[in-house]
């Protein structure tokens, strides 16, 4: 059974431009998370959509968004890229989100360096 | 909400000896209590999980850990580390019976395993 997927791994922007990360979940997964992690802040939650509906959001910018599609494929775009958003992204994928039994599987992430 | 403590940025530990990893959460609803771990360049792969029932859990690679609700506390332990265990450990907790606002990482406990 394939993983969870994440396209690019790395990538390199400047600030101002804009970013489109991909995650495809584990066949079968509805739900799918977006978590940021840097060395000062840690894990924090973005996002989590469930059948194509946002359930609920961290507290970020609204530069930070994302829409999940039919076949469960997420995409997180952040816009007007600032420093501070260099970072590694990680998708989670699961059965039912935190409304099971809460156990997620991630992906490797996408490493972005905003200069 | 939800905040979770690693009482310990980094825990140094020699080859076959027991080590104890600490976390502490703090919650004004009931939770469910996850450590993942992170190798170099890798995402997070879920190491236990307690959800209800027996307080002492136990998860994959010979880790265990135990709920302890009255500390609110959720401490890893092995009795033996191998040098392959020399990883980012992380402590999470979730809203139980439901809700989407994710779940919430403590900064992590860098475990280094010494020969």
């Known amino acids: 059974k394939a993983g969870v997927t994440q396209t690019p791994r790395y990538l390199i922007k400047t600030r101002g431009q804009q970013v489109t990360l991909s995650c495809s979940p584990i066949s079968g997964h509805r739900s799918v998370s977006w978590y940021q992690q840097t060395p000062g802040q840690g894990l924090q939650f973005l996002f989590e959509y469930f059948s194509e509906t946002q359930r609920n959001k961290g507290n970020f910018p609204g530069r930070f968004s994302g829409r999940q599609f039919s076949n469960s494929r997420s995409e997180m775009n952040v816009s007007t890229l600032e420093l501070g958003d260099s970072a590694l992204y990680l998708c989670a994928s699961s059965l039912f989100g935190l409304a099971g039994t809460g156990e997620l599987f991630f992906g490797e992430g996408s490493r972005l360096t905003v200069l | 909400a939800q905040s979770v403590t690693q009482l310990d940025s980094q825990v140094p530990v020699f080859e076959e000896a027991p080590v104890e990893l600490r976390c502490n959460y703090s919650s004004s609803v009931s939770v469910y209590l996850f450590w993942y771990v992170q190798y170099p360049n890798q995402g997070l792969q879920l190491l236990l999980k307690?959800?209800?029932?027996?307080?002492l859990v136990k998860g994959i690679n010979g880790f265990e850990a135990e709920f302890n609700k009255s500390q609110t506390s959720f401490h890893l332990r092995k009795p033996s580390v191998h040098i392959s265990d020399t990883a980012e450990y992380f402590c999470?907790?979730?809203?139980?019976?439901?809700?989407?606002?994710?779940?919430?990482f403590g900064k992590g406990t860098h475990l280094i395993i010494q020969p």
């Open positions: 999470a907790v979730g809203r139980s019976g439901g809700g989407a606002d994710g779940l919430t």
């Open positions: 307690y959800l209800s029932g027996s307080t």
